[in-house]
């Protein structure tokens, strides 16, 4: 994970990239920030009710500090939150916003414990999807045979997976990911990299 800068705020990209095979970790990671992606304002920042949306979300000393994080200046904060539905920022300052909001709400979701009760599911836990590597490019005799899509019910790592993942701590979500892989079966080394797993929360 240490090769992926971005891999903590890549928000909604999941899937947009053609990786034929990823650490579990790392694919646990892309999956959380897919969740919180999903459950956040819809409307895109390219649109006047997006973009206001948004600077509602940060209208707070917290929400200023987040823009402040993206290098926006204090006299520009103070100009886009008295004008809300009025401004035309610049395609680089819809970043910052859309970028300061996707961070602020990952704060708001992990300390209001709400991630963490959604995908405990009051004890019963979350379905998960664990989709195996692409060997298409393999050659056959070193290609892993019968490796195939895997369904599982997740319980009891929630809270210590949001935590690391608050944390940005990649050796945690990866021991985690051992964890789960290990209820597979005697083949569960062959889930140790994946093209991607899909928690159904």
Do not use: C
């Amino acid at each position: 994970m240490a090769g992926s800068p971005d891999l903590w705020a890549r928000w909604g990209r999941f899937g947009g990239y053609e990786a034929r095979g990823m650490k579990g970790g790392e694919a646990l990671v892309l999956e959380l920030n897919r969740i919180v992606y999903a459950s956040g304002i819809s409307s895109p920042i390219t649109s006047r009710r997006g973009l206001a949306a948004r600077l509602r979300y940060l209208d707070s000393r917290a929400g200023r500090d987040a823009l402040k994080e993206q290098g926006v200046s204090p006299r520009t904060i103070r100009s886009w939150m008295r004008d809300k539905g009025k401004i035309a920022p610049t395609p680089a300052s819809r970043e910052k916003i859309d970028a300061a909001y996707w961070h602020r709400r990952r704060d708001n979701l992990i300390r209001s414990g709400w991630l963490t009760r959604h995908l405990d599911n009051d004890g019963r836990g979350s379905r998960m999807e664990i989709y195996p590597v692409d060997q298409s490019q393999v050659t056959p005799e070193r290609a892993r045979p019968n490796i195939s899509q895997r369904t599982i019910t997740v319980r009891y790592i929630w809270g210590d997976l949001v935590d690391a993942w608050a944390r940005k701590d990649a050796g945690t979500v990866d021991e985690i990911w051992d964890d789960v892989i290990t209820d597979l079966d005697s083949d569960y080394n062959a889930y140790a990299y994946v093209s991607s797993v899909g928690i159904s929360a």
